[in-house]
């Protein structure tokens, strides 16, 4: 079978190394002069990579470690997580059970009240389903009282998803609290998070290897232009990607390639400008009104290079609404400077409503904007620490996952004969990661194995 995959992040990679270990014909078109999608690195000088957006691996993301392992990439670095929250004016450690005690921005009926709920709430095994019908507000003022929701869990929602914090389904923030963080043994006194070491290229590196050496073909800065009802794949040409992200904007290069099946791995906005107009008529009903009711909001990142040690905590949530950001993940607390020379990251991360007026800052102006609120968290820090820095914003960064969502995902079939879908909207009830980018892919490959005729 041939097969196009549109989009060279996590997902199609391991989609198309999937199917070309068995002998399909795969291609794979990529907008981006580089692999790993939302995943991908940069190089930040002297050879040194890193990711564009923070990430990590925990001990429960099992698809994305077998995949590793699988490839023989070499060794995992798994250090225990150093999280505080920055809160009426002080960033206080927030990793384990007794630094819930020591939490004083609550009252200590509501400390224990709050962590008796959560680990309730890890160990009661109620499926999914039991939490998809009522908002994470409604059950946290419910089970835990209104001081957690206006003191932490509110400040985060909020941070995290806007004017939408009040909607977000309950069905989130379990999977958050029990999928994600299964602690048990030592790990209940210390949490671990993992990071690939040197850092994830040679994953996507890998991939694109195998593909290849199976005789499929990888190639970025490559886009896909159109889409047709007959799968057909019109090719954009060459530095497409300086004109956004909207297909319709790229200039067609060449014939298209016919194919027994498509993979687009790309968001649902982007998916449905890639589609001619036979082929938009052609899904299955309803389709389109699943694409178009779920809502994302930007990634907005800022990574800074200091030539000093920001803070002591690997990441620091802020729960403070006064500050313009709603994180700070500084990378070498968690991955030693020494594997970078000596150098330090800093990445200050925002998820912002689409349109919004800080989307359109620069670099060096969003520093600016953001100086005073650095200087809250650390009234030493002063611009002239930063030695470089770099900005990324990514659409459709988070899916918002609200009450109902479950009937909003689009399956991965779309209604047009041998075309499938993939992407983070499809990613529930856990939260999109690399992992579940890992168990995507592999899921899509099983859906375009089936589709081979017997």
Known sequence: MRIGIVGAGVAGLVA?????????????????????????????????????????????????????????????????????????????AFTTPLDLLKFSPLPLLDRIKMGLTVLR???????????????????????MGERPWTKIWGPLL??????????????????????????????????LLGYPMPNFEPLYVALRDRIEANGGRVMIDRPAARISKDLVITPGAPQSFRRGLDPREFEPEGEGERYDSILATVPNDVFLELLDDDAREALAPGYTDKLQSIEYHTAFVLLLELDRQFSPFYWTNVADPSLPFIGLIEHTNFIS??????????????????????????????????????????????????????????????????????????????????????????????????????????????????????
């Open 158 to 191: 909020r941070a995290k998803f806007g004017s939408r914090a009040q909607d977000i389904s309950m069905a989130w923030l379990w999977g958050k609290l029990t999928m994600r963080r299964r602690l048990e043994g030592k790990e209940a006194r210390k949490e």
């Open 337 to 454: 400077p020494a594997h970078y020379g000596g150098r330090r990251f800093l990445y200050v991360s925002n998820y912002l409503e689409p349109h919004e007026e800080l989307l359109t800052l620069g670099p060096d102006e969003l520093l600016s904007h953001y100086e005073a609120g650095l200087r809250k968290v650390n009234p030493a820090f002063s611009k002239e620490w930063v030695k470089n820095r770099w900005l990324f914003r990514e659409p459709a960064g988070q899916p918002i996952v609200t009450v109902g969502y479950p009937e909003r995902i689009p399956p991965l079939e779309t209604g047009v004969p041998g075309l499938l879908l993939a992407n983070t909207t499809q990613i529930y009830p856990e939260d999109r990661g690399t992992n579940y980018a890992v168990r995507l892919g592999e899921d899509a490959a099983r859906r375009l194995r089936a589709l081979t005729p017997a």
């Open 121 to 143: 709430l890890q160990r009661a095994g109620k499926p999914v389903e039991a939490y998809e019908h009522e908002t994470a507000h409604e059950w946290i003022v419910r089970e």
């Open 16 to 92: 198309a190394y999937r199917l070309s270990q068995e002998g399909h014909e795969v291609d794979v078109y990529e907008r981006w002069p580089g692999l790993g999608g939302q995943g991908a690195t940069l190089d930040v000088g002297d050879g040194v990579l890193l990711e564009r957006y923070y990430h990590h691996w925990f001990t429960s993301d099992r698809h994305i470690v077998d995949l590793w392992n699988e490839l023989e990439l070499g060794p995992i670095e798994w250090q225990p997580s150093s999280m505080a929250f920055f809160v009426d004016g002080k960033s206080r």
